[in-house]
C-alpha cells in the first residue's frame, strides 16, 4: 500500500522548505513510532523483547506490501575465552527485497537497527531510522523503473557492538550477494535548536550527492565520520556505505538517548520527516539510474 505522500514529485521532495509541524508525513511517522513503541514496551533489549520486536517489524512489512525475512545469526565474542563463560551472541535480521526490474542488477542494502540499550523505548534510537526507511521503502516500491535491487535490513543488536550488521554483511557475501552500496539511517529526529542541521558520513563518492540535495531543500549539512553505527561493518568489507544523522558533532543530539524517555513525545517529527525527504530523494535517483 503506497501513501498518497510517497508517490508526489520529485519537485515536491527537493523543496522541502521551512520544518512545518502540520507535515502529513510527520504524522505519519509519529503514528508508526507511537505504535512500534507501544508493542515493544518497554524496550526491545532482552532476547524475548528483541523477538517481539521482530514479529512487529515482520507485520508492519506486510502491511505495506512487503515481505519479511528472518535471519538468525550467531556471533562470537570479541575473544574465543570469553566463548567459555559468555554465550555467543545470537539474534535476527529482518530482511525486505525490492527488486530490480532489469535482470542481474547490484543490491543498494538500506539499513538501520531496531534493538534498544535495555529501560529505552528507543523512540530516536532507533524507531526514528525505522520510520525513514519504511517511508523510503514505499516510495522505491512505487517506481515503474528500478535500476538497483533494495534489500531494507532491519539490524539487531547494534547496541551490542554492531553485532547484527556485521552478521548481515558476512551472509550477503557469503551467498554472492553484489552489494553496490550501503546508507543506513541511526538517531533522526533530535533537533533542540531548529537549525534543521544533519551529520553525514559518507566517502567522496556519495557526499556531494547529499550535499547536492541537501542545498536545493535548504538543510545545513555536515561531513563527519562515525564508527558507532551499523554502516562501518559492511565499510569494513570495501562496500561504500553511508550513515545519516542528527547533530551529534555539534552538540544538538538527543539528551534521552538509552534513557526511558526516549519516546515519541521527545521527538522533532517535521525535523525526521525532513532528513527521510533527503534520504530519499538521494536513493531515488539512485534507483532510477540518474546522477542528482
Same mark, same amino acid.
Given at each position: 500500500?503506497?501513501?498518497? !505522500? #510517497?508517490?508526489?514529485?520529485?519537485?515536491?521532495?527537493?523543496?522541502?522548505?521551512?520544518?512545518?509541524?502540520?507535515?502529513?508525513?510527520?504524522?505519519?511517522?509519529?503514528?508508526?513510532?507511537?505504535?512500534?513503541?507501544?508493542?515493544?514496551?518497554?524496550?526491545?533489549?532482552?532476547?524475548?523483547?528483541? *523477538? %517481539?520486536?521482530?514479529?512487529?517489524? $515482520?507485520?508492519?512489512? *506486510?502491511?505495506?506490501?512487503?515481505?519479511?525475512?528472518?535471519?538468525?545469526?550467531?556471533?562470537?565474542?570479541?575473544?574465543?575465552?570469553?566463548?567459555?563463560?559468555?554465550?555467543?551472541?545470537?539474534?535476527?535480521?529482518?530482511?525486505?527485497?525490492?527488486?530490480?526490474?532489469?535482470?542481474?542488477?547490484?543490491?543498494?542494502?538500506?539499513?538501520?537497527? +531496531?534493538?534498544?540499550?535495555?529501560?529505552?523505548?528507543?523512540?530516536?534510537?532507533?524507531?526514528?531510522?525505522?520510520?525513514?526507511?519504511?517511508?523510503?521503502?514505499?516510495?522505491?516500491?512505487?517506481?515503474?523503473?528500478?535500476? +538497483?535491487?533494495?534489500?531494507?535490513?532491519?539490524? &539487531?543488536?547494534?547496541?551490542?557492538?554492531?553485532?547484527?550488521?556485521?552478521?548481515?554483511?558476512?551472509?550477503?557475501?557469503?551467498?554472492?550477494? &553484489?552489494?553496490?552500496?550501503?546508507?543506513?539511517?541511526? $538517531?533522526?529526529? !533530535?533537533?533542540?535548536?531548529?537549525?534543521?542541521?544533519?551529520?553525514?558520513?559518507?566517502?567522496?563518492? !556519495?557526499?556531494?550527492? +547529499?550535499?547536492?540535495?541537501?542545498?536545493?531543500?535548504? %538543510?545545513?549539512?555536515?561531513?563527519?565520520?562515525?564508527?558507532?553505527? &551499523?554502516?562501518?561493518?559492511?565499510?569494513?568489507?570495501?562496500?561504500? #556505505?553511508?550513515?545519516?544523522?542528527?547533530?551529534?558533532?555539534?552538540?544538538?543530539?538527543?539528551?534521552?538517548?538509552?534513557?526511558?524517555?526516549?519516546?515519541?513525545?521527545?521527538?522533532?517529527?517535521?525535523?525526521?520527516?525532513?532528513?527521510?525527504?533527503?534520504?530519499?530523494?538521494?536513493?531515488?535517483?539512485?534507483?532510477?539510474?540518474?546522477?542528482?
Amino acid at each position: 500500500m503506497v501513501k498518497g !505522500w #510517497a508517490m508526489g514529485a520529485v519537485a515536491a521532495l527537493l523543496a522541502a522548505g521551512p520544518l512545518n509541524a502540520q507535515d502529513p508525513l510527520a504524522a505519519d511517522q509519529r503514528d508508526f513510532i507511537e505504535r512500534f513503541q507501544t508493542a515493544t514496551a518497554p524496550a526491545r533489549s532482552s532476547a524475548r523483547q528483541r *523477538a %517481539i520486536a521482530a514479529d512487529v517489524l $515482520m507485520d508492519e512489512l *506486510a502491511q505495506r506490501g512487503l515481505t519479511g525475512e528472518r535471519r538468525s545469526y550467531r556471533a562470537p565474542n570479541v575473544t574465543p575465552l570469553l566463548d567459555l563463560v559468555m554465550p555467543p551472541f545470537s539474534g535476527t535480521n529482518i530482511t525486505a527485497t525490492i527488486p530490480a526490474t532489469r535482470a542481474g542488477a547490484p543490491v543498494i542494502v538500506i539499513g538501520a537497527h +531496531y534493538d534498544t540499550e535495555a529501560g529505552s523505548p528507543g523512540a530516536d534510537d532507533n524507531a526514528s531510522g525505522i520510520a525513514a526507511m519504511l517511508t523510503i521503502a514505499e516510495a522505491i516500491a512505487a517506481e515503474e523503473y528500478r535500476h +538497483y535491487a533494495v534489500m531494507l535490513a532491519f539490524f &539487531d543488536q547494534e547496541e551490542e557492538g554492531k553485532v547484527g550488521s556485521a552478521a548481515l554483511v558476512r551472509q550477503l557475501l557469503n551467498d554472492g550477494t &553484489d552489494i553496490h552500496f550501503m546508507h543506513s539511517i541511526d $538517531m533522526a529526529g !533530535w533537533d533542540s535548536d531548529n537549525d534543521g542541521a544533519i551529520e553525514i558520513d559518507a566517502p567522496d563518492s !556519495w557526499f556531494p550527492r +547529499y550535499a547536492a540535495a541537501a542545498s536545493r531543500m535548504g %538543510i545545513p549539512v555536515t561531513r563527519v565520520t562515525y564508527d558507532s553505527s &551499523d554502516h562501518v561493518p559492511f565499510r569494513e568489507r570495501g562496500i561504500d #556505505a553511508i550513515c545519516l544523522g542528527e547533530a551529534f558533532r555539534a552538540r544538538d543530539s538527543s539528551p534521552h538517548r538509552h534513557r526511558p524517555t526516549d519516546s515519541a513525545d521527545t521527538l522533532n517529527h517535521a525535523y525526521l520527516a525532513r532528513n527521510t525527504r533527503l534520504m530519499q530523494a538521494v536513493l531515488l535517483a539512485a534507483v532510477r539510474g540518474q546522477a542528482l
